[in-house]
């Protein structure tokens, strides 16, 4: 029995890498690999952004993978939530998805985005989150750099946050929250309905959990 394991390349890497080794998990990754070897020889670990892991997961490319309850929810994939394990970028707490305006924009509320622009990576998302409150906005896909859409190709952006420092820094005004989101590990419905392989997911999440304890202390 092998179980792929994906993890997140990107922003949650070098976090998520950390937390595996304080599980007891060696993990390596040679430059320009997406490989990482893992010193456990029944799994096998692919390097995924994201934004795809849960497809990848759903899909049966991955037993498992760490990744975002909002890629989860973006993706609207069925897959089945195992553990959550609460860090991030740069700290072991929950982000932010929130809408954010330049300081000097008129906008307040939600109901002020009303026909306006909205530039974000979580299209998906941004735009049930708005339809639930009523409004009807143009929803723009960002990929990255997204302050930067404001206030000339936007008039309002949808940002991931852990501590606000960057809208700060980019003299940006939080309006609302969409969404708050955890790290999780989740699973394949397949894998998950074999044995063996539900034995080794729950192995590994014990772990984790266990490490995350640990930090907490």
Known sequence: MTLKLGLPKGSLEEATIDLFRRAGFLITIAPRSYYPAIDDPEIECLLVRA???ARYVEDGALDCGITGYDWVLENKA????????VYAKRSFSSVRWVVAVPEASPLRTVADL???IVATELVGVTRRWLAEHGVTAKVEFSWG???SKLPERSDAIVEVTETGSSLRANKLRIVDTVLESTTQLIANVDAWADAAKRRKIEDVSMLLQGAMTALDK
Not at 78 to 85: A, C, M, S
């Open 78 to 85: 069925d897959v089945l939530p195992v553990t959550e394990l």
């Open 145 to 147: 750099a997204t302050e």
């Open 51 to 53: 934004q795809e892991m």
């Open 114 to 116: 009303e026909g306006k």
